[in-house]
């Protein structure tokens, strides 16, 4: 059993920036970030291959995320910028361990989640 560890959320004024990184103890192919606000499902954020030679991002944080892959630490990070009240919500870290051609879904573990706050 693979476990994800994130670090990195915390509270930000709208405009501004955070960093969110996620490892995995163990092998892991597609590596992504998922989030839930309050009263709502948790929905899709961004996803990258185990290479990182292929990225996916919600169009809600097209242009404004950035994912990436950090194989010698075996984790997944998370530049997100230009932060709205809307990104507020508890970011999960999820990984596959398969290969799968879909970034979107059927992902096996999960994170414990970070809280994401954004203030306008």
């Known amino acids: 059993q693979v476990q994800l560890v994130e670090s990195g959320g915390g509270s930000v004024q709208a405009g501004g920036s955070l960093r969110l990184s996620c490892v995995a103890s163990?092998?892991?192919?597609?590596m992504g970030w998922f989030r839930q606000a309050p009263g709502k499902d948790r929905e899709f954020v961004a996803a990258?291959?185990?290479?990182?030679?292929?990225?996916d991002y919600a169009d809600s944080v097209k242009g404004r995320f950035t994912i990436s892959r950090d194989i010698v630490r075996n984790a997944v990070d998370l530049q997100m910028d230009r932060l709205k009240p809307e990104d507020t919500a508890v970011y999960y870290c999820?990984?596959?361990?398969?290969?799968?051609?879909?970034?979107?879904?059927?992902?096996?573990?999960w994170g414990q989640g970070t809280q994401v706050t954004v203030s306008s």
């Open positions: 999820a990984g596959m361990r398969r290969i799968a051609v879909t970034t979107r879904t059927g992902y096996d573990y």
């Open positions: 163990g092998r892991i192919f597609t």
């Open positions: 990258i291959t185990r290479l990182g030679d292929s990225t």
